[in-house]
């Protein structure tokens, strides 16, 4: 463990981030330009128009674009999105389903298997992937196939696995406006990370904040339904991936019907728990409400409670910036357990024993 003094030397975070988390982080913006651009160049056959439903399918850091894609069009277009974070497809999957294959890799065992399900479904695919299987399968299979750069963590190549998929959905006619979208999500990000990054010290740096309270304790981070729902479980994912450290999420106002209830005991153990809601303009006026009155429930029981609010006018960019901020805290948490937030080795080392079995 660290001293929550070295988030203020920038030398001890670089130190503690030889897989170069930081580096990724810095490059979102320029990383979704380039993606808009790896997109745009992808031809897409016109037997692709008029679909039915669409289903991104992938795990973790490969499967987090996909509820972007569907949160984004769902006040665009009319066509239901799934995300698939399973070996199987649904029922409904058939040829007027438009399937996104995700990942990074190429290899993750579940999204091959959904990949070959929907292959027998007659389904449109397209593969979107750094190389692997996925690739080879999907090239030879004759799919449009989305190649993205190598080199990061998956779950550092958001804009990556993200934006080729709505450049997909703009040449099928399903939504347009993407490069004022695009524009308004990189300059914010550029902004952003002028506030985030390592030589901002403590004081003015909301992310090494966030990072100070979750120290030592278990993050809790609730968003709102249809919002920053999957903000959340984002947030939870890089704490655990990056910081190495336990967390947990949920969504309002579901969780006004159950988890609210379970303020009282223990005592000792929710005295541990760093809240933190977060916030968007586009959330519901009675879903502000219930924050505010759960909030005032809870206040003298958990560790302490931190409110975080998305950036910009547009859906994208407002769930991307509070991905962007939550990406950040988990790097700094990383910095304060001395822990580098590169390998995944317990992801790796069930997937090396789910291949020898
Ligand atoms: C690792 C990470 C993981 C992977 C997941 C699927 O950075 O974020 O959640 O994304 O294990 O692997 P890929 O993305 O290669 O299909």
Redesign the pocket.
Known sequence: MNNVNDLNSVERIETNDPGRMLDALWRMPEQCEEALAIGRKTEIPSGYASVSNIVVT?????AIGGDFLRLYIAEKTGVPVIVNRDYTLPAFVDSKTLVFAV???G??EE?LSAYAQARETGARIVALTNGGKLRRLAEDDGYPVIVVPAGI???AATGYLLIPTLTVLEKLGLISGLDAELDELTRTLRSLREELQPKVPVEQNPAKQIATRFYGKIPVIWGAAGSTEVVAMRWKGQVN?NGKAPAYWNVFPELNHNEIVGFEEPSALLGQLEIVILRDSGDHPRVQKRMEISKDIIKDVVSGITEVWSRGEGRLTRMFSLTYIGDYVSVYLATLYGIDPTP?RN?DHLKQKLAHS
């Open positions: 992938g795990l973790g850091g490969s990942s990074y890799s290899n993750t999204t963590s998956p779950r991936e995944v992801i």
